[in-house]
């Protein structure tokens, strides 16, 4: 079942002759333009438009969809453009990954499957590190708050007697969406030969070094005067480059991480390697299964969130006009259960909260004073939510290709969504900035408001 689905009713588009008995009614009060437009219904452009605004990254929708929908509507096949919708958030809702981890024991795997999954090493549910017992078996770890995302930490290949193809069978390759091979110094003729079987069976595969901040901290420690941090990446770099080239034809992509610090090094660049190349429907839940480190990823949790709260209101029926003011606690209400979600996927539920606010040695109350996430129910020092609503429908009918102003009319609850990921990703960031959040005197908010908003 969608977690983000709007409320129940379904609005269907109104047949042509019901809209001219609209005309007449007091409450929709549309403008004779967008009665035109609405007639002309430029749904093509519209959606177009929209999906245009999106980074590939971020892509939720594939090329063949998009244009799929794209042709039915400039045909007025709405129906079939609906169907294709339908099907595309089922996809992208119910779409499992599994991302297979393998490199040998004590190379710091189990630390990268918790960094990947957002989990500190002493958190429930955290695959344990530090033990050099040794499995044949696959362990898989879900991930805490996105059931459909699985890693599986698998064995290394130098622990087994199998070769490359026997071992892939054995750890069943047919089931994940990519490999990561980990290493903590130097990449082994093993893991080569492992990359070059992982080709051949037409899969992807992503070399990982890690415990890079231990290199650094040594160079740093032994070359004081020389030292240069980019020099010494660079030369890491290149050498394992060189010395898995000797067994692959082409030149390896290699990350160096550190799982201690996933803003640093590699990591980041590796989050977005792996969302560009992952299938557009399996981009959605990995994006949001990823911690929210770095602005670029808050980012692009935004804008698939928007990408999916866009086709779930063109699913539920898009010409519902949007009566403002009055029943807005009702709506909220209906959406309750999102809103948490969206708290969680950018880190702003009151577990993580909490953590924060103990790190920093600060009551939470006085962390959750310099949000606006936790306030946009309330009016003090601020507008209240149905005059930010009202400022940001003008604002996304004043954009070129808004969906009002192509005359699609949203129900209420999809933009009161997209102000509440607006709202969290801005504070998402602010709390990225957690020196600025504190030495800042300003009251009562650090985070910054859309811009929709002031
Ligand atoms: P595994 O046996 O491959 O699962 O390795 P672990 O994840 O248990 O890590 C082995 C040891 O290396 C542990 O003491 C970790 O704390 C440490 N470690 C793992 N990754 C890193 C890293 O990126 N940087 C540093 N400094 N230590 C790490």
Redesign the pocket.
């Known amino acids: 079942r969608s977690k983000t689905t709007a409320p129940a009713a379904v609005h269907r588009p109104l047949p042509r002759g019901e809209l001219s008995q609209r005309r007449h009614c007091p409450q929709i009060k549309a403008t004779t333009a967008e009665i035109l437009l609405y007639e002309t219904m430029d749904w093509a452009s519209s959606i177009d438009a929209f999906f245009k605004n999106f980074k590939r990254e971020s892509q939720i929708l594939s090329e063949e969809n998009i244009i799929l929908i794209k042709s039915y509507t400039e045909t007025n096949r709405l129906q079939k453009a609906l169907s294709v919708i339908h099907n595309a958030l089922r996809d992208i809702e119910n779409a499992p990954l599994n991302i297979a981890v393998t490199?040998e024991?004590?190379?710091?795997?189990?630390?990268?499957i918790n960094a990947l999954r957002g989990l500190g090493?002493e958190d429930v549910g955290a695959a344990p590190?530090?033990?050099t017992e040794t499995t044949w078996e696959r362990i898989p770890y879900l991930h805490p708050k996105l059931p459909q995302v699985t890693l599986w930490d698998l064995p290394g290949i130098g622990s087994t007697s199998f070769p490359p193809e026997n071992y892939l069978t054995e750890m069943k390759f047919g089931q994940y969406d990519f490999f990561i091979i980990i290493s903590a110094t130097r990449f082994k003729e093993n893991d080569a030969q492992l990359a070059k079987a992982i080709t051949k069976m037409n899969m992807n595969f992503y070399f990982v070094q890690?415990?890079?901040?231990?290199d650094i901290d040594n160079e740093q420690k032994s070359k004081p005067k020389t030292f240069n941090k980019e020099n010494v990446l660079t030369k890491i770099q290149g050498d394992c480059s060189r010395h898995l080239q000797q067994t692959l034809s082409s030149e390896p992509r290699i990350f160096l991480?550190?799982?201690?610090d996933v803003s640093d090094f590699d990591f980041p660049e590796l989050q977005n390697t792996l969302l560009r190349e992952l299938p557009a429907h399996k981009r959605h839940v990995f994006m949001l299964s990823l911690s929210s480190v770095t602005e670029e990823i808050i980012n692009l949790k935004r804008d698939s969130l928007k990408q999916k709260v866009f086709l779930e209101a063109l699913k539920v029926g898009v010409l519902a006009a949007i009566p403002l003011g009055g029943m807005i606690m009702n709506d909220i209400e209906n959406l309750d259960e999102t809103f948490n979600l969206y708290k969680s996927y950018f880190g702003l539920d009151d577990a993580s909260l909490k953590n924060i606010a103990k790190k920093f040695n600060t009551p939470v109350n006085t962390l959750k004073a310099r949000l606006r996430f936790p306030h946009l129910f309330t009016q003090k020092n601020d507008e209240s939510l149905e005059d930010k609503l009202r400022k940001y429908i003008h604002h996304i009918s004043s954009v070129t290709g808004g969906p009002v102003a192509a005359g699609i009319y949203f129900k209420k609850s999809y933009y009161l969504q997209n102000l509440f990921i607006d709202a969290a990703a801005n504070d998402a960031i602010a709390l990225l900035n957690m020196k600025d959040l504190f030495e800042n005197k300003e009251e009562p908010y650090i985070s910054q408001p859309p811009d929709y908003w002031e």
Do not use: H, P, R
């Open positions: 490199g024991t004590g190379t710091g795997k189990s630390t990268f090493q590190t530090g033990v890690t415990k890079i901040d231990i991480v550190s799982s201690f």
